[in-house]
């Protein structure tokens, strides 16, 4: 039986410890923090439970299929919940519901401009093609090299991805209005990139959140890491929790062992590090085994950090939804200040999570609201408490008028988390919220490899490499990390 020792214990690695154990491997998942689920997590504070980092669950599919790989349905473990709107837009003057009855979306366009429901159509049509070939054709590539899209079978769907054109010529390429190209290029930013170096590969996520919905799993999001935890101990898999690892002892171009900050020896016949590249390249190996150097990973285009505030309040908001997002002031302005003048948002744009909207297990009684407000800003900013008190005032002064009600007299739970706390949490590449951004140059056979390229037994799984950020494309990661380990034994 062969032994693989996983090194964190994110979303990405608990996918590859299932898959790795169901075909006989003794898997060990070694945690620095206590629980399990990565960025998938909560605290609980005066009867208020907050989803600590994701929100947004889309592609239910990718769930239900990693599931059904073990004869397990989603409903096993948790109950879903369609949302309805999916989510709302303040954008300008405008407040429109992204309904999950896309008659109504159609409606909602044509008010804005008359003709673009059809418009609207045919890019969903065209996001269609793009979301099916990727989850049916490519997705489980591991993308070693170019050679895995030189076939006439693959060639003939390859064009049709969009690949090597920016999301926003192909949005232009539809729509005209201002408001409406907003609209649909709000998921470049959760893919950490911008509309102008996001591939138009990414209309898909479109086609995700407009037809495919928007979903929560009741009780909160962190039920995914319990759910995904569970079948990895039924499986077999052994956890260790609180207890980071700190050295790789390597001979031979092969690591040996694992040493943990207490001390324990983890020595397995494959490593698999869940946790950031960045970090086990420029912090665990010595240069001489390093494939990409600080230099490597300074010039990379790293997701934004976020500066996030949960609030628990004592009564309920009026004009919000589950998932809301604050577009009043200017996109660009605020992608150029984060990614190009490498500065803090002047006027941020924000999305608030009011998840207690949806679920009143997550909030004391039913008469409060539970709130995630969520600002991005470039990885690596400065973060203090004097600059999360402004961007806070900032944030709140601008929601009451847009929801026209007070809320700072309703706050009785009050936490923020930044850069500082990203790296100090998760050992997160300058403070980053979700890995390195899909842009058009960093995205499939540009991402770094899944196979360390000196050590021979060391793979990599998460939001650093393939397919990239996010919660599903972590559980095709973990999927194709242990299918390249699998390959590697035959
Ligand atoms: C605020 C926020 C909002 C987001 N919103 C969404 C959303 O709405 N929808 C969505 O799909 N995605 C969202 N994401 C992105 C998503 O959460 C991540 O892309 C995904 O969870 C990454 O999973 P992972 O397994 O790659 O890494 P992680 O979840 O980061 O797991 C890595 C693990 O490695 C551990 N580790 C680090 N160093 C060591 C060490 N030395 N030894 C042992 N363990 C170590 C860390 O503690 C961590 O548990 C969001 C992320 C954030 C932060």
Sequence with gaps: MKNVTIIGGGLSSLTASCYLAEKNFKVTIVEKNDHLGGRL???????????MGPSWYWMPEVFEDFFKDFDKDVSDYYNLKRLD????????DLMVDFSADLNDI????????????????????????KYDISLQKFILFPNKSIKEYL??????????????????????????????KNFLEFPAMFLGGSPKNTPALYSLMNYGDIKKGTWYPEGGMYKIAEAFSSLSKELGVEHILGDPIVKLDIKNKSIKSAISKSGKIFNSDYFLAGLEYPFVQTKLLDEKYRSYNSNYWSKKHVAPSALIFYLGLSSKVKNIEHHNLFFDKDFDKHLIEIFDNKVLPSEPLFYICCPSKTDSSIVPNDDMENIFILIPIGPGSEDSQSIRDKYFDQVINRMEIITKQKIKNKIIVKKSFCVNDFVNRYNAYKGNAYGLANTLLQSAVFKPKIKDKIIRNLFYTGHFTVPGPGLPPAIISGKIASNEILKDIK
């Design 151 to 180: 076939s006439i079978d693959v060639l003939k769907y390859f064009f049709k991805l969009d690949l090597f054109k920016s999301l926003r010529s192909h949005i232009n390429n539809y729509f005209s209005n201002k408001k409406i």
């Design 85 to 92: 709107p999916s989510y709302r837009f303040y954008l300008d």
């Design 41 to 51: 997590s909560f605290f609980e504070k005066d009867g208020f439970v907050f989803d």
């Design 106 to 129: 159609f409606k909602e366009f044509e008010k804005i401009e008359p003709g673009s429901s059809l418009k609207l159509s045919a890019f969903l049509d065209d996001a269609k093609i």
